[in-house]
T-cell receptor, first 109, second 118 residues
Framework: GQNIDQPTEMTATEGAIVQINCTYQ??????LFWYQQHAGEAPTFLSY??LDGLEEKGRFSSFLSRSKGYSYLLLKELQMKDSASYLCAGLDSNYQLIWGAGTKLIIKP | GAVVSQHPSWVICKSGTSVKIECRSL??????MFWYRQFPKQSLMLMATSNEGSKATYEQGVEKDKFLINHASLTLSTLTVTSAHPEDSSFYIC??????????????FGEGSRLTVL
């Protein structure tokens, strides 16, 4: 079956760095997305990886290893506004998104 | 970036009534739109894929006669929750992909509609 695994909750300190991991099993693979979702709001796009390696976008970076079925989202210089859920989603061979349950990130001062 | 507008943001209705939620792509054409439901502290659950000019494709376990989807144009899809009951109370979110970007393009989400059925 298809499955996306990511930690349920993580806690980090303002100004620090945090890495949110995601492992995936999909029928075929057409890329992996990361979305940010604040409570009560719709998700917003953060990144899309389809090739191995690290993609950097400001304070956020996303990494993909297709051979390992693994991705991570790296957040640097954490700010209080980064407190949110981070959703990992894999795109399968039918271009359907398979969503993880999300990782709730709690930022402490 | 592209904008998807969803309306209404909040709706409260009585049990047994029907509620319509609209999803519009404001500056791009979307041949396909997706409808999700999200319960508190849970991930997005795909309900159905809405295809312009044709019938929607429903996920297993989603009642197509209860959740009516219409995608009459390249910029508008509607979800109607018929004969709503309290267990239908949830956060409903639509999303769309710019047709011009193909199947791997960024998925843009509407603001979501929070439905409370009394």
């Amino acid at each position: 079956g298809q499955n996306i695994d990511q930690p349920t909750e993580m806690t980090a300190t303002e100004g620090a760095i945090v890495q949110i991991n995601c492992t995936y099993q999909t029928s075929g693979f057409n890329g992996l997305f990361w979305y940010q979702q604040h409570a009560g709001e719709a998700p917003t796009f953060l990144s899309y990886n389809v090739l191995d390696g690290l993609e950097e976008k400001g304070r956020f970076s996303s990494f993909l290893s297709r051979s390992k079925g693994y991705s991570y989202l790296l957040l640097k210089e954490l700010q209080m506004k980064d407190s949110a859920s981070y959703l990992c989603a894999g795109l399968d061979s039918n271009y359907q998104l398979i969503w993880g349950a999300g990782t709730k990130l709690i930022i402490k001062p | 970036g592209a904008v998807v507008s969803q309306h209404p943001s909040w709706v409260i209705c009585k049990s047994g009534t029907s509620v319509k939620i609209e999803c519009r792509s404001l500056d791009f054409q979307a041949t396909t739109m997706f409808w999700y439901r999200q319960f508190p502290k849970q991930s997005l659950m795909l309900m159905a894929t809405s295809n312009e000019g044709s019938k929607a494709t429903y996920e297993q376990g989603v009642e197509k006669d209860k959740f009516l989807i219409n995608h009459a144009s390249l910029t508008l899809s509607t979800l109607t929750v018929t004969s709503a009951h309290p267990e239908d109370s949830s956060f409903y979110i639509c999303s769309a992909r710019d047709h011009a970007q193909g199947d791997t393009g960024e998925l843009f989400f509407g603001e979501g509609s929070r439905l409370t059925v009394l």
